[in-house]
C-alpha cells in the first residue's frame, strides 16, 4: 500500500510539465509526482480517460481528486505558507472560481507557453472527449477539470 498520494499529470504536455516543476520547486507538495503515460492507472484507480483529461491527486486510500481539486491538495501538502492558499481554494465560492480557472487553462493549454501538438489535438475534442461515467468520476461538473472526489 502506498503511503504518499501520488499527483498525476501529463507528461506529454509542456505546459503541464513546466508547471509540475514549478510546484516542485516551489510548493515541494509531500507526494509522488509521475505522468500518468508511466503510471500504473488501474492500480491507483483511475482510467486513462480521465488521467488525459486533468491533473489528478489520488490518496493513499484511494480517493481521486481532479481538476482544481488537485491544485488545493497539492498546495495543501506543500511547505511554508502554501497550505493556506490550499485550504482558500476549498472554501465555497472560491472553489467554483477556481474550477472555472482550471477548466479555461486545461481548455487552452496548447495555447500556453510548453504547449503541444498534443495538448491542440484533445482541445479540439472538446471538453466532453474522453468523459468517464457521469457524476463519478468529476464531481458532477462535465466536461475537464471540474475537480470532484471520487473514491
Known amino acids: 500500500m502506498r503511503t504518499r498520494p501520488v499527483l498525476l ?3 506529454d504536455c509542456g505546459f503541464c510539465t513546466s508547471c509540475v516543476k514549478l ?3 516551489w510548493v515541494r507538495p509531500r507526494a509522488e509526482t509521475t505522468a500518468w503515460q508511466f503510471a500504473d492507472l488501474p492500480a491507483l484507480g483511475v482510467t486513462r480517460e480521465r488521467a488525459d483529461r486533468e491533473v489528478l491527486w489520488v490518496t493513499p486510500n484511494g480517493h481521486v481528486y481532479g481538476g482544481a481539486s488537485t491544485v488545493a ?3 495543501l501538502s506543500g511547505r511554508g505558507p ?3 492558499l490550499g485550504g482558500a481554494l476549498l472554501l465555497p ?3 467554483w472560481v477556481a474550477g472555472r480557472c482550471y ?3 486545461s481548455a487552452n493549454r496548447h495555447r500556453l507557453p510548453g504547449g503541444t501538438p498534443a495538448c491542440a489535438a484533445r482541445a479540439s475534442a472538446g471538453p466532453a472527449a474522453g468523459k468517464d461515467a457521469p457524476d463519478e468520476s468529476s464531481g458532477g461538473t462535465g466536461g475537464r477539470g471540474g ?3 471520487v473514491r
Open 9 to 11: 499529470y501529463d507528461g
Open 23 to 25: 510546484l516542485g520547486r
Open 73 to 75: 491538495k497539492v498546495l
Open 82 to 84: 502554501w497550505p493556506v
Open 93 to 95: 465560492g472560491v472553489r
Open 103 to 105: 477548466e479555461l487553462v
Open 147 to 149: 475537480g470532484g472526489e
